[in-house]
């Protein structure tokens, strides 16, 4: 079984920064992408950040030069968040693409909420 934990949202001022952190657990060989989504009410999941194991990074326009992702060790990715935007609030989603020892799957955190307001 495999899992992802999310740590690291919460309430902020517009202008300010947040650091999101994902930890990948289990019955794991290897962890290839991994990646950031968010889901505003009303709206569908979208991208924000990938980081491959070599470390390439890709953004949504929308977050470029304000966000980056970091990759600490093969199962752990982190998303510093700074000059936040109230359109920034959402739920915030870490994905990872595991290799266990019978498959490669995708995988979801639980969600760790943002909130950006004033």
């Known amino acids: 079984q495999v899992q992802l934990v999310e740590s690291g949202g919460g309430l902020v001022q517009p202008g300010g920064s947040l650091r999101l952190s994902c930890a990948a657990s289990g019955s794991i060989i290897s962890v290839y992408t991994m990646g950031w989504y968010r889901q505003a009410p009303g709206k569908q999941r979208e991208l924000v950040a990938t980081i491959t194991r070599s470390g390439n990074t890709n953004y949504a326009d929308s977050v470029k030069g304000r966000f980056a992702i970091s990759r600490m060790n093969v199962k752990t990715t982190a998303l510093q968040m700074n000059s936040l935007k109230p359109e920034d609030t959402a739920v915030y989603y870490c994905?990872?693409?595991?290799?266990?020892?019978?498959?490669?799957?995708?995988?979801w955190g639980q969600g760790t909420q943002v909130t950006v307001s004033s």
């Open positions: 994905n990872a693409q595991v290799l266990t020892t019978t498959t490669t799957s995708n995988y």
